[in-house]
Each structure stands twice: as structure tokens, then as C-alpha cells.
């Protein structure tokens, strides 16, 4: 009977959603549990020891030096009997920071400070590390202070180190004790969202499980509610998120990125969405002498090196390029399909060669670097 069937499907949705809800609850109030244990017992740090930017606020100089061990970890979920632990082998192509996370708060910055431009992103940010840093200074000392939401929105065209930025930043918050993992997972609309009803909040909620600790990067976060209304889960998403968001917010960033007029867009959807991305951050595009740096710092990580003619030619090549305004300019990643097309270049070039030198395997001339066209 297709009333019964329809019934007994909205009977199966709703228990679905009352599962979900009834993990998320108790999952919320074991990590609220545990946190006020671990803030009871935290030790203090050691003074000048290891990442803390403040060392111990009593003025006891302990010979101890604090590698972060002692930073307190996140707490270990607890197996519910009859509910399977999620299964993330099914979310979208992730993408994570590794071995980035133990890198020390002084080597973190020194990355940031080492970004060739992004002047105004590196004020914003450093201005942000040093209220996180007199934040946790007064929580050392027992003073009240009232909380504040590090959620962000990164505006910018491609290319202009949105992602590599929130890579830096969360090693950056585990540094400095607000992150226990400070692992990045970057995903898009095709990671969170589903084709069907009941799905995309189980995927998103897969996705969250596996950033906990950690930033949830979205790339194009946009893409998630440009087709509310017209039968699209997005939204679905959009309130999962949310909503997870708010109940781990101790433990958990989230920063959407995309282009900045759409992202604006993005923000106004949903009342809830701008209140929560609070923080926004907005990366300009590469000047043409910005980007002749990016090449030539491929170039020596690569062991090449350029001529000075060559280098005025890429110079030049990137001023006309960036006057055209062109749609399609992509910033680094157009420095990076340039410098791809240019040792290609060079390697017809040295095909002739029979023997070429090691100076003449390791330059790149004029010859290399004009005459390319990208899209």
C-alpha cells in the first residue's frame, strides 16, 4: 500500500534523526564532563618550556622543559553499547596537515611571517594569536573573561594562500592549547552533501567527527546554499554544521573560503551563519612583483635557478597579466602552471644538447619563459 509505504518511511526517517540526535547529545555531555575534569587538573606550564607563550604565571623558572606533553588531550569518546562508532571511510578526499601539527608556536609563525605578501592577513591573524595568548594567560591565573567565537571566513580568489594560511593557523591554535589535535581537513560541498533525504547530515556529521580537534576547512562554502529552494540538501548541511559548531566550539574551528562576492551571499543565507563567522579575513590578490617571489622561491626548491633576463621577462609577462583582469587568473596557482610550462621548455631546449652541463640542467633563461600562454 503506497500510504503505508510512505508512513513507515517517515517512521524511519525520524528514528534516524532521533538516533543522531540522541549520540550527539551524549557525546556532547561526556566531552563537557570531561573538559571541566581536565581544566581542574591541568598543570601549569613550565616557565620559558616548550610552545607556551607566556611560561608559568607564578614566576617559578622549573629546569623542566615543556615539549606539550602536558598539554591536555581530547577526550577519548565512550563506546555506547549498540551504536557503532561512525564510519568515516565513506566522507570526501580529505586533505590533512601531518607532521605540520609538532612544529613548535615560534616555528608556526616564522612559516606565517615567511608567506611572500598577505601583509593585512598577517596583521589580522597576529593581532587574533595575541588575544588567544592573553586569553589563555588570564585562564592560567583563574579570571573570568567571556567567551569568543574563533570560527572564520577567508574571502579571496584562488591562489592567494587561503589554504595554506588555515594549514598554518592550526597548528598555530594547537600551540597555543586551543586545539588538542590541530590536524586540517579540507573539504567541499561534495564531502558534506548528499542526493538523498536523510543522508547529508550523517555525512556532514562524519566529516566533523574526523575534524574534531582540529579546523573543518570548506572550500567554496558558497556552493552550499546556492541551490536552496529547489530541492538541494545544502541546507541540510549548512544547520548540521551549525549546530555542531556550537555544542564543540572548545574543540573545534571551522573557517569557509571561497570568492568574496559570493561568500557575502553565503553569510546572508542563513541568520545564523554571519553571527558564527564573525571573524572574516579577506586575501587580496598577488602583486606582480608578489608573484615573480612565489616563481623564484619554486624555482630554489626545485634547484633551479633563473636568469636575469629571465626574470624581467617573467616580471613583465605577470604586469600584463594581471592588468587584464582576466576571470580565469588564478594567482599561485598560475605561478606554479607557469614555472611547469617554463621547464618544459627547457627540457626541448637541452634535448639538442648532448651533453649538457650541470649550470645549463640547473637555469632557466629567456629563452625558457617567453612565448608561454595559460588560461
Known amino acids: 500500500d503506497p500510504f503505508i509505504m510512505r508512513d513507515l518511511g517517515a517512521l524511519v526517517l525520524a528514528l534516524r534523526n532521533f538516533r543522531m540526535e540522541y549520540i550527539t547529545n551524549w557525546e556532547a555531555m561526556v566531552r563537557e564532563q570531561k573538559r571541566r575534569e581536565e581544566a581542574a587538573n591541568r598543570p601549569p606550564y613550565s616557565a620559558g618550556g616548550g610552545n607556551s607563550p607566556w611560561g608559568n604565571p607564578n614566576g617559578n623558572s622549573g629546569s623542566a622543559q615543556n615539549n606539550g606533553t602536558n598539554r591536555p588531550q581530547a577526550p577519548q569518546k565512550p563506546a555506547m553499547p549498540g551504536v557503532p562508532a561512525a564510519n568515516n571511510n565513506n566522507a570526501a578526499e580529505q586533505k590533512s596537515n601531518g607532521d605540520q601539527t609538532d612544529l613548535t608556536l615560534e616555528e608556526q609563525l616564522q612559516k606565517l611571517d615567511e608567506l611572500t605578501g598577505l601583509e593585512a592577513v598577517k ?6 594569536i595575541n588575544l588567544i595568548r592573553v586569553r589563555k594567560m588570564r585562564e592560567e591565573r583563574g ?66 567527527d574526523s575534524a574534531m580537534g582540529g ?40 573557517i569557509v573560503a571561497g570568492y568574496s562576492d559570493l561568500m557575502e551571499e553565503f553569510l546572508d543565507s542563513n541568520p545564523g551563519l554571519r553571527s558564527r563567522f564573525n571573524k ?88 625558457d619563459v617567453t612565448g608561454i600562454e595559460l588560461n
Open 123 to 128: 596583521q589580522d591573524l597576529n593581532s587574533l
Open 143 to 208: 579570571m573570568p573573561q567571556a567567551a569568543i567565537s574563533l570560527h572564520m571566513a577567508f574571502l579571496g580568489n584562488p591562489g592567494t594562500g587561503k589554504t595554506t594560511v588555515a594549514r598554518i593557523l592550526a597548528g598555530i591554535y594547537k600551540c597555543l592549547g586551543v586545539l588538542s589535535k590541530g590536524q586540517l581537513v579540507e573539504v567541499d560541498r561534495s564531502g558534506l552533501v548528499s542526493g538523498y533525504v536523510g543522508q547529508t547530515a550523517i555525512k556532514t556529521k562524519e566529516v566533523i
Open 215 to 254: 579546523v573543518l576547512f570548506i572550500d567554496e562554502a558558497y556552493a552550499l546554499t546556492s541551490g536552496t529552494g529547489k530541492g538541494d540538501f545544502g541546507q541540510e548541511a549548512v544547520n548540521t554544521l551549525l549546530k555542531e559548531m556550537e555544542d564543540h566550539r572548545d574543540d573545534f574551528i571551522v
Open 280 to 367: 572574516i579575513i579577506t586575501f587580496e590578490d598577488y602583486m606582480p612583483d608578489e608573484l615573480l617571489d612565489i616563481f623564484k622561491s619554486i624555482c630554489t626548491k626545485s634547484g633551479m635557478k633563473v636568469t636575469e633576463e629571465a626574470e624581467k621577462a617573467v616580471l613583465d609577462f605577470f604586469i600584463e597579466r594581471c592588468g587584464l583582469n582576466l576571470k580565469t587568473f588564478a594567482n599561485a596557482r598560475d605561478i606554479r602552471n607557469f614555472y611547469e610550462r617554463a621547464i618544459t621548455n627547457q627540457a626541448n631546449r637541452l634535448a639538442a644538447i648532448e651533453s649538457p652541463t650541470n649550470d645549463q640542467l640547473t637555469t632557466l633563461t629567456i629563452e
